[in-house]
């Protein structure tokens, strides 16, 4: 019982937090720190302490084409999203997510039917990254003009939607295996729910901004995942899990550094 309290708990905190910032900070920011391991992460710690190690060590190689599936799932809402962005609200996102589930589903399918290496599996996630942020070079990064009163309904809804991914996910792992788990791993828990949140409060623009950016930080997913391959086995989940983040941080913060630099290079030049 304390365990399932405790993702309860991680998983509500994660996702309010990370749709305040998209509020405060912009879409543009929170589509890119969506690509830091909040999701990936707790879903594999609590697969490690329920299965153990070994099977959250298997489980985080297919978490790598896991994220290739996210990648897919994110292509098919902005795509169907377009599509319908004429309709109803009640209609885009029903059929957007719907859109997007398949494509994930379906691309998980994929991932299960191949032996991938650690190694493997992550070059296959950095040509998808690449991919990607080609395919969405040509969205626009918007703001949010003017935020919405965060109520107590909104509150329970993101925290209900998380709460739900999280344990459904993570209490599957020993009935569906760890290419399943793996995989299921790489769902965009912390994300999904923040999109959802945004296309109702704002619109499509913010959204497709943070589908924009988010592959252009999933490096640090990657390494916090390669990370984890090495860590869990020699220090265990939650001695591994503070190393990969530090890991996963750095490149971050590095990444930062770099886009801030060249913004701030093209604004003294002119541009």
Do not use: D
Not at 47 to 73: K, N
Not at 109 to 122: C, D, I, K, N, Y
Not at 212 to 224: Q, T
Not at 231 to 255: C, E, H, W
């Amino acid at each position: 019982m304390s365990l399932f309290i405790a993702k309860l708990a991680v998983s509500i905190f994660v996702v309010l937090g990370l749709s305040l910032l998209a509020e405060r900070a912009g879409p543009r920011v929170a589509g890119v720190l969506s690509g830091y391991p909040l999701g990936t992460a707790i879903l594999l710690f609590f697969i490690a302490i329920e299965q153990g190690v070994p099977f959250a060590r298997e489980s985080a190689v297919y978490a790598l084409p896991g994220l290739i599936a996210t990648l897919a799932f994110l292509y098919a809402y902005y795509l169907a999203s377009r599509a319908v962005e004429h309709h109803a609200l009640w209609v885009q996102m029903p059929v957007a997510s719907l859109a997007s589930f398949v494509a994930f589903v379906f691309v998980s399918w994929l991932g299960q039917l191949v032996t991938f290496t650690l190694f493997e599996a992550a070059g296959a996630l950095l040509i998808a990254m690449c991919v990607s942020i080609f395919l969405f070079r040509a969205i626009e990064n918007v703001s949010i003009a003017q935020r919405v009163r965060i109520t107590r309904s909104i509150v329970a809804i993101r925290a209900a939607i998380a709460a739900l991914i999280v344990v459904a996910i993570s209490g599957a792992a020993a009935i569906i295996g760890p290419r399943w788990a793996g995989l299921f791993a790489g769902f965009p828990v912390t994300l999904y729910p923040m999109i959802l949140i945004l296309h109702f409060s704002y619109g499509i623009a913010p959204v497709h901004t943070v589908i924009r950016n988010f592959p252009r930080g999933m490096g640090a997913l990657l390494i916090y995942i390669v990370s984890v391959c090495f860590t869990y086995p020699q220090f265990g989940a939650g001695v591994g899990t503070l190393l990969a983040f530090g890991a996963a941080t750095l490149y971050l913060v590095g990444y930062s550094s770099v886009v801030w630099w060249r913004s701030r290079a093209l604004v003294q030049n002119g541009h």
